[in-house]
């Protein structure tokens, strides 16, 4: 595929859903992935099934509210392929609840999840980007960065943060480094699995029933790396077909 042969890819939040889907895509397409997440299990086992396909991949333990964590995955980068081409800030959560229920901890793990963990990876690969002249930063933001809904006050304010960091990386790096911001509508994940509140459980299974697969989410992220590299594919919306919201 144009411009994503041979690039060199961190994803984080690789261990399922939509990191994934777009680790195996990438790699697919002669991508070398370097992929990071808390189940290292689950990534050793997607290296494995990598490298069966003749494709290239690495993995490292991530915990992306370590801001130490991705330092040391960005440095695993550099030192087996000499740089790093493509940051995708893929890990998050989405404990949904009502305001009122006071699930303050959830709502400390979302803004560390979500923000800080995307900053953080801004922070560790952004000067190897700058030092290359030369890279991209895809944040996956969703749905819930355009609009708010009952129980999700707090995961929403978290994807409009995701939005306003990259668009302000984007205005103030110039035309060396491309930004990219993906909102998916509702998705196939384990997303959901983090929700402790009931009625926010049962409204979310709900609100599935049209999930599209995440690897539709992935396609969109291939799209916008095999762009020229003077073309920054800004953000895209990807929603199924039937979905109102």
């Known amino acids: 595929m144009l411009n994503v042969e041979d690039k060199v890819v961190i994803i984080t939040g690789a261990s399922s859903g939509i990191g994934a889907a777009t680790a195996k895509l990438l790699a697919k397409h002669g991508a070398k992935v370097i992929l990071g997440a808390r189940r290292t299990d689950r990534l050793e086992a997607m290296v494995k099934e990598i490298h069966n396909a003749g494709g290239t991949a690495e993995y490292q333990a991530l915990d992306v509210m370590q801001r130490s964590q991705l330092e040391a995955i960005v440095q695993l980068a550099q030192n087996k392929f000499g740089r790093v081409d493509i940051l995708i800030n893929s890990a998050g959560v989405m404990p949904l609840s009502a305001l009122d229920q006071l699930k303050v901890d959830e709502w400390d793990r979302m803004i560390d999840f979500n923000i800080k963990g995307v900053l953080y990876g801004i922070a560790a690969a952004l000067p190897v980007m700058k030092a290359q002249k030369s890279g991209q930063i895809i944040n996956l933001s969703s ?4 609009a708010v809904s009952p129980t999700a006050a707090v995961y929403c304010a978290t994807k409009f943060a995701v939005g306003a960091i990259s668009e302000g ?16 509508g509702v998705t196939e994940s384990e997303l959901a699995d983090s929700i402790s509140d009931e009625a926010a459980r049962k409204g979310m299974q709900e609100f599935r029933r049209l999930s599209i697969p995440a690897e539709a989410i992935a396609r969109s992220i291939l799209f916008a790396i095999e762009q020229p590299d003077d073309v920054d594919v800004s953000e895209i919306i990807v929603r199924p077909t039937a979905s109102p919201y």
Request: hydrophobic share 35%; glycine share 20%; charged share 20%.
């Open 143 to 146: 749905i819930g960065g355009h």
């Open 169 to 184: 990386l984007r205005q103030e790096v110039g035309g060396d480094i491309r930004v990219t911001v993906i909102s998916p």
